[in-house]
């Protein structure tokens, strides 16, 4: 089951809005992503954050590793219409790579 | 780059089969997670090998679940009896570093069974 509490779970915008989401969990994480999934696909990693405090942006996407270690935090600036799907966030503190998702956040985006 | 190549997209069998998944991971990389998607569930790591061999398999639901990578460019993921409740999306994904960096999905195979 899902360790990771992630919300909102859906997001209806207009294009052209910001969008934030979060991940917290009661672990603490050496690392956290965040991924999008489009309908029918696998998803795709966004997003790669190894600090407490990190702060990485990816075009107009900005992710941050928080403090505490146990959140993290998607930002979505001047939404388009391709920026429709599910986000999802995965926090390990394994050395192997060995992640726990989040149930996703699902973006719908109007005109 | 052919990016990481599951199949079959689609299998719908009946229950008391036997359902092979296939994967074929990126060229160069050494880890490979299988995961499953399913709505109430989520995306769940079954099991993951680094350099072919099985490094964490506690996912595995049920004996009926097996998976196997006998070299570095092949995996497969099989259940056997299947079950209505093994309905799911299964990715395969691999990683050139263990996975902490992230890894690359494949596009998953959806199982329905019936």
């Known amino acids: 089951g899902q360790q990771l509490n992630q919300s909102p779970q859906s997001m209806f915008i207009q294009e052209g809005e910001d969008v934030s989401m979060n991940c917290t969990s009661s672990?603490?994480?050496?690392?956290w992503l965040w991924y999008k999934q489009d309908p029918g696909e696998g998803p795709v990693l966004l997003i790669a954050?190894?600090?407490?405090?990190e702060l990485t942006s990816n075009g107009r996407l900005t992710a941050q590793f928080g403090i505490t270690r146990k959140d993290s935090f998607l930002n979505i600036s001047a939404s388009i219409p391709s920026d429709v799907g599910i986000y999802f966030c995965?926090?390990?503190?394994?050395?192997?790579?060995?992640?726990?998702f989040g149930a996703g956040t699902q973006v719908v985006v109007t005109p | 780059d052919a990016g990481v190549i599951q199949s079959p997209r689609h299998e719908v069998t009946e229950m008391g089969q036997e359902v092979t998944l296939r994967c074929k991971p990126i060229?160069?990389?050494?880890?490979l997670f299988w995961y499953r998607q399913t709505m109430m569930r989520g995306l769940e790591l079954l099991i993951y090998?680094?350099?072919?061999?099985?490094?964490?398999d506690s996912g595995m639901p049920e004996d009926r679940f097996s998976a196997k990578m006998p070299n570095a460019s092949f995996s497969t993921l099989k259940i056997q009896p299947s079950e209505p409740r093994d309905s799911a999306v299964y990715f395969c994904?691999?990683?050139?570093?263990?996975?902490?960096?992230?890894?690359?999905f494949g596009s998953g195979t959806r199982l329905t069974v019936v």
């Open positions: 994904a691999s990683s050139p570093q263990g996975g902490v960096f992230g890894y690359t």
């Open positions: 672990s603490i994480f050496n690392t």
């Open positions: 954050l190894y600090k407490a405090g």
């Open positions: 995965a926090g390990s503190t394994d050395s192997w790579g060995k992640f726990q």
């Open positions: 060229s160069g990389h050494n880890s």
């Open positions: 090998f680094n350099n072919n061999v099985p490094i964490d």
